[in-house]
């Protein structure tokens, strides 16, 4: 007798497609992620001056944003992963 619902496996399982599509998502989002400079980002026009500080503040803005989105694409495969574990164990089970 399995202690197992026998819908326990095709649950987890899309559960693993859903949290893989987030993640693939989240993983494509951080590849359009762009570097704005400072001066496009306040409204202003560029300045005349050499000083390539506001194109620092925008790579070092931009590469914020992606570390974060990456950040969320790594826990959403690490859960798409625990998933489809979850979904092949339950399955061996029953």
Do not use: F, K
């Amino acid at each position: 007798m399995s202690i197992l619902p026998t819908s326990a496996p095709l649950v987890l399982a899309l559960i693993c497609l859903a949290a893989a599509l987030r993640s693939a998502w989240l993983w494509y989002q951080t590849s359009r992620v762009q570097i704005v400079p400072l001066w496009e980002t306040l409204g202003q026009i560029e300045p005349v001056s050499g000083s390539d500080n506001h194109w620092i503040v925008g790579m070092m803005t931009a590469a914020q944003q992606s570390a974060a989105l990456n950040r969320s694409a790594a826990i959403w495969t690490g859960g798409a992963a625990l998933a489809g574990a979850a979904s092949t164990v339950a399955g061996a089970l029953l």
